[in-house]
């Protein structure tokens, strides 16, 4: 995990901070600014994962020409309006938006905003979904659909933020965090990924045990859906229908129990003058904050991890 913080001071340096930070090609125009306009920001940053804080005491307007990833924002202050295509947003104090496409083009304004902004790459969205790269992600609307989806981002938002600050993460951690946010990103915001597929072919039996095996085999590593599909010999689209139709969860669902019981084994094993931290233990099969892992834990083995340890 990475941190950078970064105030940038003056028209110039606040037009040339955005268009460096978000790698966008556009026209911005500082108006009805203070006597000296300001952008501070703080990125946190694992994996393929990105995070933002900012805070901009100033209006502008923009024209960008080209963003290249899912922006998908959680207003905490001040007003903000954006037109991409035919599809237009506007966002204020508690409101969740995304400005365009990933690869679009978008125009508007803001004034005296402040934001959280998750940062996710088109290849790590068509992943989670399970779809090639020659499938090209499409909002149908730049705002969630409806308070539920704009709920369930803003808790994914947050949850990554407290993650990020929290300290390093292992790698299965980072992993872990930016599937869970772009699952959430692909939920809370219709989109071309997550239409259903009604021609998605039957997986037989065979390819279904090779699934499951290579997830048992790697669940100590970071494990990607595509990666799954190829074990199994099928398509990722397939494999998740085929894994939900006869265990009830997706892929990525299945991993994240086979971590579970790993974890549970572990605590099951520990002795107590050995000095096992829970915490650790989470953290090394993927679960990046202690009290999400002991929900999950409580859950399945109807007690919490430390009663496990302990035993």
Same mark, same amino acid.
């Given at each position: 995990?990475?941190? !950078?913080? *970064?105030?940038?001071?003056?028209?110039?340096?606040?037009?040339?901070?955005l268009?460096?930070?978000?790698?966008?090609? %556009?026209?911005?125009?500082?108006e009805?600014?203070a %006597?000296?306009?300001? *952008?501070?920001l703080?990125?946190?940053?694992?994996g393929?994962?990105?995070?933002?804080?900012?805070?901009?005491?100033?209006?502008?307007?923009?024209?960008?020409?080209?963003?290249?990833?899912?922006?998908? *924002?959680t207003?905490?202050?001040?007003? +903000?309006?954006?037109?991409? =295509?035919?599809?237009? &947003?506007?966002?204020?104090?508690?409101?969740?938006?995304?400005?365009?496409? @990933?690869?679009?083009?978008?125009?508007?304004?803001?004034?005296?905003?402040?934001?959280?902004?998750?940062?996710? @790459? @088109?290849?790590?969205?068509?992943?989670?979904?399970?779809?090639?790269?020659?499938? #090209?992600?499409?909002?149908?609307?730049?705002?969630?659909?409806?308070?539920?989806?704009?709920?369930?981002?803003?808790?994914?938002?947050?949850?990554?933020?407290?993650?990020?600050?929290? =300290?390093?993460?292992?790698a299965?951690?980072?992993?872990?965090?930016?599937?869970t946010l772009?699952? &959430?990103?692909?939920?809370?915001?219709?989109?071309?990924?997550?239409?259903?597929?009604?021609? !998605?072919? #039957?997986?037989?039996?065979a %390819?279904?045990r090779?699934?499951?095996?290579?997830i048992?085999?790697?669940?100590?590593?970071?494990?990607?859906?595509a990666?799954? &599909?190829?074990?199994?010999?099928? !398509?990722?689209?397939?494999?998740q229908?085929?894994?939900?139709?006869?265990? =009830?969860?997706?892929?990525?669902?299945?991993?994240?129990?086979?971590?579970?019981?790993?974890?549970?084994?572990?605590l099951?094993? %520990?002795?107590?003058?050995?000095?096992?931290?829970?915490?650790?233990?989470? +953290?090394?099969? =993927?679960? #990046?904050k202690?009290?999400?892992?002991?929900? #999950?834990?409580r859950?399945?083995?109807?007690?919490?991890?430390? !009663?496990?340890?302990?035993?």
């Amino acid at each position: 995990m990475n941190k !950078t913080s *970064m105030v940038f001071t003056g028209a110039d340096a606040v037009v040339a901070g955005l268009e460096s930070m978000y790698s966008i090609d %556009a026209t911005l125009t500082l108006e009805a600014v203070a %006597a000296e306009p300001q *952008m501070r920001l703080s990125r946190y940053t694992a994996g393929s994962l990105r995070v933002d804080r900012m805070e901009m005491p100033c209006r502008f307007s923009f024209n960008v020409h080209h963003f290249p990833d899912l922006a998908a *924002m959680t207003m905490t202050g001040g007003r +903000a309006a954006v037109t991409s =295509g035919t599809r237009h &947003a506007e966002a204020a104090a508690g409101s969740v938006w995304a400005p365009c496409d @990933p690869d679009g083009s978008y125009t508007g304004w803001v004034d005296a905003m402040a934001c959280e902004t998750v940062t996710l @790459p @088109p290849d790590l969205l068509r992943d989670v979904a399970g779809l090639p790269e020659s499938h #090209a992600l499409r909002l149908h609307r730049l705002t969630p659909d409806g308070d539920r989806a704009s709920a369930l981002w803003t808790a994914a938002s947050h949850y990554a933020h407290r993650a990020l600050t929290s =300290g390093p993460l292992y790698a299965l951690e980072a992993d872990t965090l930016a599937q869970t946010l772009a699952v &959430a990103a692909l939920s809370a915001f219709p989109n071309t990924l997550t239409t259903p597929d009604p021609h !998605t072919s #039957a997986v037989q039996p065979a %390819a279904l045990r090779r699934a499951v095996a290579f997830i048992d085999d790697n669940a100590h590593r970071p494990v990607t859906l595509a990666q799954i &599909a190829t074990a199994a010999g099928t !398509t990722p689209r397939a494999v998740q229908y085929a894994m939900r139709r006869h265990y =009830g969860m997706t892929p990525l669902a299945y991993l994240r129990r086979v971590r579970l019981a790993r974890a549970h084994t572990e605590l099951l094993a %520990a002795e107590p003058h050995q000095g096992v931290l829970v915490q650790d233990v989470a +953290a090394r099969w =993927g679960f #990046a904050k202690p009290g999400h892992f002991s929900a #999950a834990y409580r859950q399945v083995y109807g007690q919490t991890p430390s !009663t496990t340890r302990n035993s």
